[in-house]
């Protein structure tokens, strides 16, 4: 049974850093587009980033880029992501997502990722 799982969030002060880990089993990676999205309070999955399986390409939203880093380790079946100077509006569930092949496009489409982890919480205190 194809499973994704999240660890890695937890409470830090604004400024801080955090590396969350999506661990896949009975789900090779290898040759699927992984990605990260955030749950808002209202309910919306939002894409956070993503990475093409070969990470030939890598994407992120607007507000990450530049703090956030993701990168994946096929041999281990595992998806990063390293978040740095993070803030309180990154307070959030955040979630893994694995899609077929390449990458949708747009990449931060929630309907193609069939496949989600149970999401961990990141909270960013002032």
Known sequence: QAQLVESGGG????GGSLRLTCQS???????????????TP??????????????????????????FTISRDNAKNEVYLEMNSLQPEDTD?????????????PWDLVQPYAYWGQGTQVTVSS
């Open 11 to 14: 409470s830090v002060q604004a």
């Open 25 to 39: 089993s009975g789900l090779m990676i290898s040759d699927r587009c992984m990605a990260w999205f955030r749950q």
């Open 42 to 67: 209202a309910k919306k999955r939002v894409g956070v980033a993503a990475i093409e399986r070969d990470s030939s390409m890598l994407y992120y939203a607007d507000s990450v880029k530049g703090r």
């Open 93 to 105: 569930i955040y979630y893994c997502a694995s899609d077929l092949a390449s990458c949708p496009r």
